[in-house]
């Protein structure tokens, strides 16, 4: 879980472009990030698992 003080920072309008940066939706997560779904690697593996992201399964091989 991402400290409150950095995602609200994160939610300003940085001062230059290229210090954006994106975070997870759910948790506030910086690292790991995918953008198609918003999410970190983290939530997204739980969602997945719970059946609330259509057409993603689980894999094994």
Do not use: D, N
């Amino acid at each position: 879980m991402a400290k409150t003080s950095q995602v609200v920072r994160q939610r300003r309008k940085p001062k230059y472009k290229s210090r954006g940066y994106s975070r997870c939706r759910r948790c506030g997560r910086s690292r790991a990030y995918y953008r198609k779904f918003g999410l970190c690697r983290l939530c997204l593996r739980e969602l997945a698992h719970k059946g609330y992201i259509p057409g993603m399964t689980k894999s094994s091989w």
